[in-house]
């Protein structure tokens, strides 16, 4: 019987990506977008880790590309292309009063904080795990683990959903349910599939 519900934030809840961040950013700066996620994604990694502030990245970015003004802007790029998926919002909502539900992100620390301000407060009854307080990152099995024993589940009683792939895979190893969102009415499709809904 499935008992938690685990949902990725964002691409699933919130529509946004590093990419649409990296796209954005390259425009702005002048920056070609293949040389600057080569750059930027393991410093992402490390960010959302918690291993890395944004004032080091924008350092790091500076000295690799000879920019000068160390403006990446990391919170204000979130903060104008992030917007909250209002169906999948409401979906998630109403499962919440049927099951515990969890957001599962990995996401900076600084981009966590306008998150919640913005978008994870419009969520009820959920709790939230994120990669730069457990200092994991999905798709590592412990980040998974850890959701499971926190919430006290087995990894039958539980359905993951994620856009990426990698991070789907990483849930189903450690044998969760899992679900790769692509849309909404496909997610809808799929939950009923397992008699979530």
């Given at each position: 019987?499935?008992?938690?519900?685990?949902?990725d934030?964002?691409?699933?809840?919130?529509?946004?990506s590093?990419?649409?961040?990296?796209?954005?950013?390259?425009k702005?700066?002048?920056?070609?977008?293949?040389?600057?996620?080569?750059?930027?994604?393991?410093?992402?990694?490390?960010?959302?880790?918690?291993?890395?502030?944004?004032?080091?990245?924008?350092?790091?970015?500076?000295?690799?590309?000879?920019?000068?003004?160390?403006?990446?802007?990391?919170?204000?790029?979130?903060?104008?292309?992030?917007?909250?998926?209002?169906?999948?919002?409401?979906?998630?909502?109403?499962l919440?009063?049927?099951?515990?539900?969890?957001?599962?992100?990995?996401?900076?620390?600084?981009?966590?904080?306008?998150?919640s301000?913005?978008?994870?407060r419009?969520?009820?009854?959920k709790?939230?795990?994120?990669?730069?307080h457990?200092?994991?990152?999905?798709?590592?099995?412990?980040?998974?683990k850890?959701?499971?024993?926190?919430?006290?589940?087995?990894?039958?009683e539980?359905?993951?959903?994620?856009?990426?792939?990698?991070?789907v895979?990483?849930?189903?190893?450690?044998?969760?349910?899992?679900?790769?969102?692509?849309?909404?009415?496909?997610?809808?499709?799929?939950?009923?599939?397992?008699?979530?809904?």
């Amino acid at each position: 019987m499935i008992k938690l519900l685990i949902f990725d934030i964002g691409d699933v809840i919130v529509r946004f990506s590093e990419y649409d961040y990296m796209h954005y950013i390259a425009k702005k700066r002048k920056l070609s977008y293949r040389k600057l996620s080569r750059a930027l994604m393991p410093l992402i990694a490390q960010m959302e880790l918690g291993h890395l502030t944004v004032k080091n990245m924008e350092e790091i970015i500076d000295l690799k590309f000879g920019l000068h003004d160390s403006t990446m802007e990391w919170n204000e790029g979130y903060k104008k292309l992030a917007r909250l998926n209002e169906p999948v919002r409401n979906l998630v909502a109403r499962l919440s009063k049927k099951y515990m539900v969890v957001l599962l992100t990995n996401v900076s620390e600084s981009r966590y904080d306008i998150m919640s301000r913005s978008f994870i407060r419009r969520i009820p009854n959920k709790r939230v795990f994120t990669s730069c307080h457990l200092n994991l990152r999905k798709p590592d099995a412990r980040i998974y683990k850890r959701v499971l024993t926190d919430m006290k589940v087995k990894p039958s009683e539980a359905v993951f959903v994620d856009n990426m792939l990698v991070n789907v895979k990483g849930a189903r190893r450690v044998g969760i349910k899992s679900i790769q969102f692509r849309n909404y009415p496909q997610l809808v499709s799929d939950l009923k599939k397992i008699k979530v809904l």
